[in-house]
């Protein structure tokens, strides 16, 4: 065992709410193969629009529904027997049987499609969902620039990419920022959402300007940032990350700006926020996750980020 795996405590994959796909990926009829919480699944779309995420091997014969499957109407058909599945995971027809087994039935996750993703609702328990993802005013707003899409495939768990929103002091020594950040934190909904104000100043092609951000952070899967006073132009991030496994995450982000300055600050904002990541990357890729850190008194943030991150798991974690 080498001294980082010594280092490194597991994190276990969390509860919530979690994107498995562009919208625009899947039309109707289309399937799609989805590898998420160290599980296969299929994702489709029916005939009449609706998208449905199911475990991904048939219950006949084990074979897999998104490598030749066909979406029947509302049903998603196996491609080795025929047989066919319809959004809940019941089997509804058997081509040369008419008695359909009891057990003849796949796993159904919960589906959400919002702000141009789908999202699927995952519970180690098996409990129903508790909370939204948020409808975002901004995308699709006629005042706000044509979404853009952008992901990446991170090799570190989940948790370390929330909590690096949640943490202001690294922008000032990985980002550049040339002043400490001052950061306020506000828990909504029972507890459930966590608001953070960050004031800090941010310099730009265009001046140094006092910027704020607002991040509201839903579970460790969904996290929007909202940027003001950058040239009197709206800015936001929204960000969608699902668990391939418990050290990979498949990271995707929304960027949008207001048309006012969409030609100016809107470029450099989404190529800013890119290379924001890349230098984060080099952090993430070689750290170790410590599940009882020595926080200073001005790790206030980090402290209250850990502890409400907790309510996401089945299992203790640190």
Known sequence: MSVREREHTELPIPNGWFAVAWSHELDPGGVRRVRCFEEELVLFRTRSGRAAVLDAYCPHLGAHLAEGGRVVGETLRCPFHGWQFDTSGACTAIPYCDQIPPRARLRAFEVDERNGLVFVWRHAEGK?????????????????T????????????????HENNNDPVHFHFVHGNPEMPRSEIELREGGRVMHMTTRHRR??????????????????????????????AGLLMFSASAPLDRRTTLMRWVFTVTRNLADTVGEDFVQGLQDGVRQDLRIWSHKVHRARPVLCAADETLALFRQWARQFYSEPVG
């Open 128 to 144: 129903p969902p508790d909370w939204r993802v948020p409808a975002l005013p901004e995308i699709g707003h006629p005042d706000w």
């Open 203 to 232: 310099e730009t092609p265009y001046g140094t300007f006092d910027a704020v951000l607002e991040t509201e952070s839903f579970g460790l899967g969904v996290a929007t940032v909202r940027i003001v006073g950058i040239a009197e």
């Open 146 to 161: 044509e979404p853009r899409h952008v992901e990446l495939t991170v090799p570190v768990h989940m948790q370390e990419l």
